[in-house]
Nanobody, 121 residues
């Protein structure tokens, strides 16, 4: 099973920036869509941004103009650059990817364990 590991979370003040990383490891044939999701305490998980293998991006309205998703296909890595952060951005951020694994090219969605982001003064 391909694993996703997020990193880069932490505590920042409103207006500051943070960059999250998501690294996929395992027998990867290809990765199509990679998405960043978040789940605040007591709320449902929601899509933040996603990017296709061809670098087509899609953002939730609440992060447009502030967050940027990118990926390095050669390193099986995705990033989420978060600027002008707000207190309401506080949540656990998860990386998700549609994986095509191994020679059998089994396709499934993998999730990371999440990384905590807290925006507070």
């Amino acid at each position: 099973q391909v694993q996703l590991v997020e990193s880069g979370g932490g505590l920042v003040q409103p207006g500051e920036s943070l960059r999250l990383s998501c690294v996929a490891s395992g027998t990867i044939f290809s990765i199509s869509v990679i998405g960043w999701y978040r789940q605040a305490s007591g709320k449902q998980r929601e899509l933040v941004a996603r990017i296709t293998s061809g670098a087509v991006t899609d953002y939730a309205d609440f992060v447009k103009g502030r967050f940027t998703i990118s990926r390095d296909n050669a390193k099986n890595t995705a990033f989420l650059q978060m600027n002008s952060m707000k207190t309401e951005d506080s949540a656990v951020y998860y990386c998700s990817a549609i994986i095509e694994e191994g020679q059998a090219r089994r396709v499934y969605t993998s999730w990371g364990q999440g990384t905590q982001v807290t925006v507070s003064s």
